[in-house]
């Protein structure tokens, strides 16, 4: 019951966050016509007039980048409760362990040798998938390696696993800038961009390029709830109880960054989500996974919308990168967590 | 024959741990693992468990070799309570004794049930909705158990399809007061009454005395004395696996063997002659 209620409580919120967000820009559109215009879609009519021109800029212009901050800020956040499970940690996030710039160096070795690839790489939705499987490889070679750097048969021990973070960090960022140094000036100022992480680029094209990449971890991971939560109380606890553990710790793996690397080679690297969403969630659910991994993904695709409608909002015309927002609000939040950390270790 | 160990031999970081144990135990047996520290206790026990893998020698689970079975076989047929569960999450009572019915699948009611009567069982209803981190030591192994007992159970009672079932005990009592550690290996007892085999490490001499069919004496990763109590526990083996002296006693109020540590001069004669010599050296 208790279940029921917390996720339809906020998946309404999300519906009227995602009307909102879709209505507000240059242009306002009043949450009804928003409403009014999506559901003829779907073949509703409502005793709504809309003029034609509105109902393009919001199919064609707003409503495919909330979307896509919808899928992103969902599938993030549900990748940082995955990782903080397989590595039975809080404080594992994408992008503080170097999942995510594992992706983007994937990502960044396609935009700059886009011109030596065949052409058929380059057209359309294919060269979105590239991007995509190259930021795959990139971010799995990283989540291993992090794994092999900080995983015993007790969890991860947190330091080696945020040192390992910091390394690998180090390693991909400078790959990334040694791709940036030897890239044209127009390859240049989009991998900056991109390095920055934004919804900018939002077109149906991207998130239908994106939407299997996350669908599928966002289906599956909740099917692992039981599983991740036996997990919690070790490995070897785990296996006498009945649980798979090593094919468990390659699907998580798999599924969480299959999502940070689809992510990131769409909107570059939105830090934090994954680590802010799941904590906070978490004290309102409890530990377990069954209730956090849907609570989770609703309540991160409603930050990413609020924060991407923000980004474009505060200094229109201009935007603003989201993952500027997000690395604002969630580094202190790190912080924080850090200090609740070092109180619990003097007790 | 529910557990049918030869010539088990582990060797960890190449250190030899066990070497070449053989043994036997039935259905609806109690039999205790027992020896110094670091003579194999917990090891085998592991071994047990499916925790190493890599052993030599045969060990067969109601007929089965254990390599051969898949983890969630092996956990229909075998429960296990370990030494120490580290768990920072506050996962309350009932969902952690929930947590034992994993390997059966989401079947709401009759895991309720189970869930229920397993709590009763180990007296932590009134905690279930408590979290874990809150929980003492004690009420903590309690927790536990009952989570190793709902894994056992297929019905909400004791003689609920358990027969044949193992249940392995690593130091199960530890930290729990006088009364819930007799009613923690009373419990043991009865499912062994219903068909279970429950192999358990124990320390204490009187609780092995008291509630063993059968001991196993490990001593340096081989078993040096097995039988029952009165054939294990005499003064000679425990002199030679422990190395200290003690007097088996009887009693008319007791129907086991009594162990009375003598005074410990032997003992202290023996760390004054390391100090010594340590000193000199």
């Known amino acids: ?347 | 024959m529910m557990l049918d160990v030869q010539e088990l031999s582990l060797s960890l970081g190449g250190h030899r741990i066990l070497h070449q144990v053989s043994f036997q135990a039935k259905a609806g047996e109690c039999c205790v693992i027992m020896g110094a520290n670091g003579a194999g206790k917990s090891t085998l026990l592991k071994v047990l468990a499916g925790e190493y893998p890599h052993y030599t020698g045969s060990v067969l689970l109601g007929g089965n070799p254990l390599r051969e079975l898949t983890t969630a076989e092996q956990a229909r047929q075998r429960a296990v309570l370990s030494q120490r569960i580290q768990l920072h999450l506050p996962f309350t009572v009932s969902e952690l004794v929930k947590m034992g019915r994993y390997v059966y699948g989401e079947k709401e009611t009759v895991d309720k049930a189970i869930v229920d009567y397993a709590m009763h069982t180990l007296q932590v209803y009134e905690l279930r909705d408590r979290a874990w981190t809150t929980l003492s030591g004690g009420q903590q192994q309690r927790v536990h158990m009952a989570r190793v007992l709902a894994q056992l159970l297929e019905a909400p009672q004791l003689d609920g399809g358990v027969d044949g079932k193992i249940l392995l005990l690593d130091e199960p009592v530890t930290g729990m007061d006088i009364r819930h550690q007799q009613l923690a290996l009373q419990l043991a007892a009865e499912l062994a009454e219903h068909g279970v085999l429950v192999v358990a490490v124990l320390h204490d001499f009187h609780l092995a005395a008291a509630w063993a069919d059968r001991i196993f004496m490990l001593h340096k990763g081989s078993i040096y004395a097995a039988g029952t109590t009165e054939v294990v526990l005499t003064a000679a083996n425990i002199r030679h696996c422990f190395d200290i002296d003690v007097q088996v006693l009887e009693h008319p109020a007791c129907d086991h063997p009594i162990i009375m540590t003598l005074n410990h001069t032997h003992l202290s004669k023996k760390i004054t002659e390391n100090g010594s010599n340590y000193f000199s050296a």
């Open chain 1, 1 to 347: 019951m208790k279940h029921a209620g917390a996720v339809g409580l906020l998946a309404l919120l999300l519906i009227m966050v995602v009307l909102v967000a879709t209505g507000t820009g240059a242009m306002h559109i009043p949450p009804l016509q928003v409403l009014a215009i999506l559901l003829q879609k779907a073949g509703i009519t409502l005793p709504v007039s809309y003029d034609s021109s509105t109902a393009a800029v919001l199919l064609v212009i707003r409503l495919p980048r909330v979307v896509l901050a919808v899928l992103i800020g969902a599938g993030l956040s549900m990748a940082g409760a995955a990782l903080q499970g397989l590595f039975r940690n809080p404080m594992a996030d994408p992008g503080l362990i170097g999942i995510s710039s594992g992706a983007s160096v994937g990502a960044v070795l396609i935009i700059v040798f886009q011109a030596s690839l065949p052409l058929w790489l380059n057209t359309g939705w294919v060269h979105y998938y590239a991007m995509n499987i190259a930021a795959f490889c990139g971010a799995f070679i990283a989540a291993w390696l992090i794994i092999r750097i900080a995983h015993t048969s007790n969890g991860a021990i947190v330091s080696m696993m945020l040192l390992g973070g910091i390394a690998l960090n180090a390693l991909c960022m400078s790959f990334t800038w040694l791709m940036a140094y030897v890239s044209t000036n127009e390859q240049m100022r989009s991998i900056i961009f991109w390095t920055m992480g934004s919804l900018g680029g939002a077109t149906w094209q991207t998130v239908l390029a994106v939407t299997p990449f996350i669908v599928l971890p966002l289906l599956l991971l909740p099917r692992l709830a039981g599983a991740l939560d036996v997990f919690a109380l070790g490995e070897n606890e785990a296996k006498h109880t009945g649980v798979n553990v090593s094919a468990l710790k390659m699907k998580l793996l798999l599924l969480s960054t299959m999502v940070v690397a689809a992510s990131v080679a769409v909107a570059g690297v939105i830090g934090f989500v994954g680590l802010v969403i799941p904590h906070i969630v978490r004290q309102f659910t409890g530990p377990s996974y069954r209730l956090l991994f849907p609570c989770a993904a609703l309540s991160g695709a409603i930050l990413l919308t609020v924060a991407d409608l923000f980004s474009r909002t505060i200094a229109a015309p201009a935007e603003l990168p989201v993952g500027i927002i997000t690395a604002m609000l969630g580094a202190p939040f790190f912080i924080w967590l850090i200090l609740k950390e070092k109180r619990s270790l003097l007790l």
